[in-house]
């Protein structure tokens, strides 16, 4: 499953895009990709954009991926935005339940721009 990974250092968010058939494997490669990013930083909040995915998860993928995904909090100590599809909104909302209930701040949106907001990780006032 390709995807491709931008961080933006000074704004303090990355934003991770998925695309085409899923693989749980594939799905699972990105967020271990953007971990290893050199210009990453765990308090950076980030956002996965998944609306072009082509296959929906069975429940089962959901829990597994997320089960996943929950291993590597120690490089995702901020908010995590989920962007879906109308047609991904309910595997995705089971997802973000799963992960809140394992600490992870994660939110679903059908808005890139509404994520983005959300994820902004707070500057201190100067």
């Known amino acids: 499953m390709p995807f491709s990974v931008e961080v933006d250092s000074e704004a303090r968010i990355a934003y991770v895009r998925s695309w085409g058939h899923l693989e749980i494997k594939g799905n699972l490669r990105a967020p271990l990709a953007l971990s290893r990013d050199p210009a990453w930083e765990p308090d950076f909040g980030v956002v996965f954009d998944v609306r072009d995915l082509i ?6 993928d959901v829990v597994e991926m997320t089960h996943h995904f929950m291993h590597l909090r120690d490089h995702y100590r901020s908010r995590v935005g989920i962007v879906v599809s109308k047609r991904l909104s309910l595997s995705a909302e089971l997802a973000a339940a799963i992960a809140a209930a394992g600490g992870v701040p994660i939110r679903i949106f059908d808005s890139l721009q509404e994520a983005f907001t959300w994820v902004r990780p707070e500057r201190p006032a100067e």
């Not at 296959?55 to 089962?60: F, Q, Y």
């Open 55 to 60: 296959d929906e998860p069975r429940a089962r």
